[in-house]
């Protein structure tokens, strides 16, 4: 009886699980352990001297502001792009598909240097915006742009792949009970696109939070205005200050970490509504 | 199908080849008289300097001492470099743009204590400083220090905090006023007005330089001397130099990374490379690239760029040492954090 229970459907499961382990370990679990032994070298006061000064706060804020709200863009047009992109056909579709991935393939320093370029007060961009007052460079606004551009392509991919098994019929079968375009995108699409929406969030979300390439040429860094976390782990390296550095690095991860093991739980309470 | 065969037999077989075409070559040489391979990590505009210098001396260290010398170089922020050399790149000679950089591989016990006497000149081939890039005709009429503070003017200057050229430029706004007689509150005013006045604070040196030249972002550039030189060459009469009447005395040093060079056995090759830098030669060269000559007699040939007026005061002037100004004016709780409020 307990052995039938141990037994998988399929076979290889504690080789897989082995490989699993093994690759999560080297890649992911060693490197941020040895983050938390670095920073523990430090004594508790060090520590805390280094992570909780009012600058080091205000750059978490931005750090985590300017990503959540960049997120939430990218909520909203990722899923209007999935959208167009599977429900409809025109020229130039392929083209726009692959546009979609351009921000995950480009060095980012190099989207940050291109976003400052175009709307600083001399550039394409900015000598119209400018004097109507958008300033696009060295502004936190400057910086959710790049966030939104970095972070684009996670919530189209994850929800294209759900628009396309989502067959028409389901909106025709609730358009014909009656319901308006509006009931039917409440009831029929959104719960199902819920899960891959929160998913697209989290990816979109966590990416903000480490962006640095792109997001130190177009911020300015100015402190407490526009200078975001990771500025300040690379000032404390250049003070050859490894311990203050990691320590920084530690609060970042503790903080994502908690946010997206939150997001986590909504997705895993979304699907379980859903059933 | 038998094509993509041979295909395949031509791609493995070509390198294969060459492999040992290259193999034999290079037996031959170290049976003529031995080759060696220096890595010289250096900071980021020196790139070309190097690869000058780098000829020169392999040309003269194979005629006198019959000894292939193949340099290779890596070139990035000067910190971010010292933190490769301390974590294991296999630097022979480091030739970084502050004591505070060569300073910290010494700690690690890299590079033996007194370093600094080792070489003539203290271990400083070539000296150099800041000075200002204006746009062209100097429309502002910005000439010394204080006129950065007039109102309306926008300085560019890296962020002292993430850059070389940020903390010696702050360094060189603080001496202005603290070798002219004023007191400690006075350097705090002006730095203070000074960084209010800075638009954007650039991580590094070549980034200010992209937010002063290509985004047309300043008024006034605080550059490292060879790179306002480089600068204005390429803006092509769109920029102009102002040297201010007083500047600092940046010292980037050079040292051979002793536990490397007894490793590798490239000790004699990499201290020659070094005393190399000291000839007249090298000392051309250096000149010819903007970096201030050690050496007098070659400064005062070059005079034409570099103007006697210019007064260079020494880091001790305003702090006992390097890492000491450092503590007290850029790094934590310093008088560059006292500028920023919260708001």
Same mark, same amino acid.
């Given at each position: 009886m307990s052995r039938s229970l141990n +037994? +998988?459907?399929?076979?290889g499961f504690s080789l897989t699980l082995g490989y699993t382990v093994f690759y999560l370990s080297v890649l992911v679990l060693i490197p941020i352990v040895a983050c938390f032994i670095k920073a523990g070298t430090l004594s508790f006061h060090d520590f805390w001297h280094a992570v909780w000064t009012e600058r080091a706060r205000a750059a978490y804020r931005l750090t985590f502001g300017a990503a959540a709200i960049a997120a939430v863009i990218n909520l909203i047009l990722g899923l209007l792009l999935g959208w167009v992109l599977v429900r409809y056909k025109f020229p130039g579709k392929r083209l726009i598909d692959s546009l979609v991935d351009l921000p995950l393939a480009l060095p980012t320093a190099v989207g940050g240097l291109v976003y400052s370029s175009l709307y600083v007060e001399q550039g394409w961009l900015g000598r119209f915006l400018v004097p109507l007052g958008i300033q696009g460079a060295y502004t936190r606004f400057g910086i959710v742009l790049v966030l939104v551009f970095v972070g684009l392509p996670f919530v189209v991919r994850t929800v294209q792949p759900v628009l396309e098994d989502l067959d028409p019929e389901y909106e025709e079968a609730g358009a014909s009970l009656g319901g308006t375009r509006w009931q039917t995108f409440k009831n029929v699409i959104f719960p199902t696109l819920k899960p891959a929406l929160i998913t697209g969030f989290a990816l979109a979300f966590a990416r903000g939070i480490g962006e640095y390439g792109s997001v130190v040429f177009v911020s300015?860094?100015?402190?407490?205005?526009?200078?975001?976390?990771p500025i300040l782990i690379v000032a404390r390296l250049e003070e050859f200050a490894y311990g203050e550095a990691t320590a920084i690095a530690v609060v970042l991860l503790v903080i994502s970490f908690a946010m997206l093991v939150v997001i986590n739980l909504l997705e895993r309470a979304s699907v379980r509504h859903e059933r | 199908m038998s094509k993509s065969k041979r295909t395949t037999f031509s791609i493995f077989t070509l390198p294969a080849l060459a492999a040992l075409a290259v193999g034999l070559s290079a037996a031959g040489i170290a049976r003529a008289g031995g080759e060696v391979t220096l890595l010289n990590v250096s900071y980021d505009p020196t790139r070309e300097l190097w690869r000058d210098l780098n000829a020169n001396f392999a040309a003269r260290y194979e005629k006198e001492k019959g000894v292939k010398v193949n340099i290779k170089q890596s070139h990035g922020g000067s910190s971010t470099q010292a933190r490769s050399v301390i974590d294991g790149l296999d630097a022979d000679v480091t030739t970084l743009a502050s004591f505070l950089d060569t300073d910290a591989i010494r700690k690690k016990g890299l590079i033996k204590a007194g370093w600094v006497e080792r070489? $003539?000149?203290?271990?400083? $081939?070539y000296v150099s400083t800041i000075v200002f890039v204006v746009r062209k005709g100097n429309p502002k009429g910005i000439k010394d220090w204080p006129d950065l503070v007039k109102p309306g003017i926008a300085i560019v200057t890296p962020n002292p905090k993430t850059s070389g050229n940020g903390y010696i430029s702050f360094f060189a706004a603080w001496g202005s006023v603290i070798l002219r007689g004023g007191t400690r509150q006075q350097a705090i005013d002006f730095v203070t007005k000074l960084y209010q006045q800075v638009p954007v604070l650039d991580s590094g040196a070549r980034g200010a330089t992209t937010t002063f030249v290509q985004k047309k972002i300043g008024d006034v550039h605080l550059a490292w001397e060879n790179e306002a030189y480089l600068e204005v060459r390429e803006a092509k009469g769109a920029l102009e130099v102002v040297v201010p009447p007083i500047s600092i005395l940046a010292e980037p040093q050079v040292a051979v990374v002793d536990a490397n060079v007894d490793k590798k056995k490239t000790r004699d090759a990499a201290e020659a490379y070094l005393k190399f830098t000291y000839t007249d030669e090298a000392q051309e060269i250096f000149a010819k690239h903007f970096y201030r000559p050690s050496n007098d007699a070659i400064l005062k040939k070059h005079q034409d760029i570099f103007k006697p007026g210019l007064k260079l005061f020494a880091i001790t002037e305003i702090a006992k040492d390097w890492p000491d100004a450092h503590k007290q004016l850029i790094g934590d709780g310093s008088v560059f954090d006292s500028i920023y409020k919260p708001r």
């Open positions: +037994r +998988r459907v399929l076979p300015g860094n100015m402190p407490y205005k526009t200078e975001i976390a | 070489l $003539p000149n203290k271990s400083r $081939p």
